[in-house]
């Protein structure tokens, strides 16, 4: 019965990873309404908030974007850090919330 469920869980998982990909690879073959790269959206969503001490940087890592709360770093995927489709912008835009919820606490 447990195992059912932890290969029903896993088999949903691999499913929405597919469509936001999919998702993702899309959105990528479309420039953003402003012309921002990845790096650009996340570093003025972090000024609007005040948050000056957070560097937003790249890594070589494909889709490995992250917020590492040590060292108050922003990390973006050369994909995300220079892309200035909709894509790079969306997910620049996530990461800034996982700075937020560690700024604010939030569980």
Not at 63 to 76: A, E, F, G, I
């Amino acid at each position: 019965m447990y195992l059912s469920i932890l290969l029903i869980a896993k088999a949903f998982g691999m499913y929405i990873q597919s469509k936001l990909k999919e998702k993702l690879g899309f959105y990528a073959r479309f420039p953003n309404a402003f012309g921002l790269s990845g790096k650009e959206v996340a570093e003025r969503m972090l000024a609007e908030h005040g948050l000056t001490d957070i560097r937003v940087m790249s890594l070589p890592d494909r889709l490995r974007d992250h917020y590492n709360p040590q060292d108050k770093t922003l990390n973006l995927s050369p994909e995300v850090y220079g892309g200035r489709s909709i894509s790079a912008a969306a997910v620049a835009a996530h990461e800034c919330g996982h700075v937020l919820q560690d700024v604010n606490d939030y569980p």
